[in-house]
């Protein structure tokens, strides 16, 4: 890793110790939603708000800021062979870069990403699948997983293309001004961001849904006899 001056083998275990460590205060968390009703004592809003912020403070405290006293250190690759810190013949940003310190970046990767991924992936599906209600929802969550899976191809590619040209600090920027806007979002749509509520007897619509799944579930009976006949 450039900004620790380790090599590939340092990289992988100790990325490996923090993916663990990670995964334990995933676990955790996700234990308490399940052991302990967790779900029936947070309110889903303000818990996904609250870890926004937490991804905010986690940007915030690893950003390598111009006022940190320690460089990251720096060679030539034209002239030095070696696989250890910032090649300044390949990325011109290097000699500029300031060192984060290893034990702030490592405690917070661990314990912020952990603990505030969990939660958003808990509260936000339950507090989506509240808001479309009780229906059918195969179309709105087959949307929420095709843009999350557009993310997940995309991003690496976006992220290595800005890492080569500019560094990880654009990174940073780029990721912390996305968080500002999830949360100026989330804060004006706050009250909105309820369970669906229906007029009492007003089961019209719900009714429709269950006569159309019915009526598919019915036709896909009949295909499947026919082609066994």
Same mark, same amino acid.
């Given at each position: ?55 905010? +403070? ?7 800021? %111009?006022? $940190? ?6 060679? *030539? @690759?034209?002239? =030095? ?65 095709? +843009? ?7 991003? %690496?590619? $976006? ?6 040209? *500019? @560094?990880?600090? =654009? ?59």
């Amino acid at each position: 890793m450039m900004m620790f001056m380790w090599d590939e083998k340092d990289v992988v275990y100790y990325e490996s110790i923090a993916h663990a460590v990670r995964g334990v205060f995933a676990i955790c968390n996700y234990g308490a939603y399940i052991f302990c009703d967790l779900g029936k004592k947070v309110n889903d809003r303000l818990c996904c708000l609250c870890s926004l912020f937490v991804l905010l +403070f986690f940007h915030l405290v690893t950003f390598s800021w %111009p006022f $940190l006293p320690e460089k990251v250190h720096s060679y *030539n @690759g034209t002239l =030095v062979n070696s696989s250890k810190g910032c090649d300044i013949s390949q990325l011109n940003w290097c000699e500029d870069m300031t060192r984060v310190n290893i034990w702030i970046y490592y405690i917070a990767i661990s314990s912020c990403i952990g603990i505030a991924f969990s939660n958003i992936n808990i509260t936000m599906n339950t507090l989506f699948s509240h808001i479309i209600g009780p229906r059918m929802q195969s179309k709105q969550q087959g949307m929420l997983e095709m +843009f999350g899976g557009f993310g997940r191809m995309l991003g %690496p590619l $976006l992220i290595g293309f800005m890492y080569t040209n *500019n @560094g990880p600090r =654009v990174i940073w920027l780029v990721e912390m001004g996305e968080i500002v806007l999830m949360i100026a979002l989330w804060l004006f749509f706050y009250r909105r961001l309820v369970p669906l509520k229906m007029p009492p007897g007003d089961d019209a619509w719900t009714d429709r849904e269950s006569t159309e799944s019915e009526g598919r579930q019915q036709n896909g009976k009949q295909s499947l006899t026919g082609s066994v006949t």
